[in-house]
């Protein structure tokens, strides 16, 4: 349990410093803006508790509006997104009796991939729409949140075939 949180917290400081220091200095053609640190609610352990993840979700946000200069905006995206978790991973996986169990590409690849792309375009729609905080704008906003997701999902199923790995018996 401890290497667990143990590794939580290294994944949580290697996707901040990720955003922060490089994907978020990019903006191709000005609307699509990779966004990764989300991942790190993606990979939470199925059991951790609505609090767990809600809290973490909120420090995740503030800390990334602490080095944007976003005020807010992206604590109170990544908290809703957050306390929608629990909904979201039933929408997309069977029950799973292993409270441990982490989502991922190498077990049930087409539940995980449908997560990511859900959990990351609800994410980018309510920060993108929170930036505008207008619908004046509503088919550039879209295509952003449209684009960015793509992007985003494109590299956060990147990162998790390639830095997760496959344990026998490794399956929901």
Request: glycine content about 6%.
């Amino acid at each position: 349990m401890k290497v667990s949180y143990l590794h939580e917290g290294l994944l949580f400081l290697l996707l901040l410093l990720l955003q922060v220091l490089l994907l978020s200095r990019i903006a191709l053609f000005g609307i699509v803006t990779p966004v990764v640190y989300i991942y790190f609610l993606l990979k939470l352990p199925i059991g951790r508790s609505p609090f767990h993840v809600i809290i973490s979700g909120f420090l995740l946000g503030l800390v990334i509006d602490i080095f944007l200069n976003t005020p807010g905006m992206n604590a109170a995206a990544t908290t809703i997104v957050a306390a929608f978790r629990g909904s979201i991973l039933n929408l997309f996986y069977e029950r799973v009796e292993n409270d441990e169990f982490v989502p991922n590409i190498y077990s049930e690849a087409g539940s995980f991939v449908r997560f990511t792309v859900f959990t990351v375009a609800l994410h980018l729609t309510l920060l993108f729409f929170i930036e505008s905080f207008t619908l004046f704008n509503f088919l550039n906003t879209l295509l952003r949140v449209v684009t960015s997701t793509i992007v985003s999902v494109a590299l956060i199923l990147a990162v998790d075939s390639l830095t997760y790995k496959k344990k026998s018996g490794d399956q929901a």
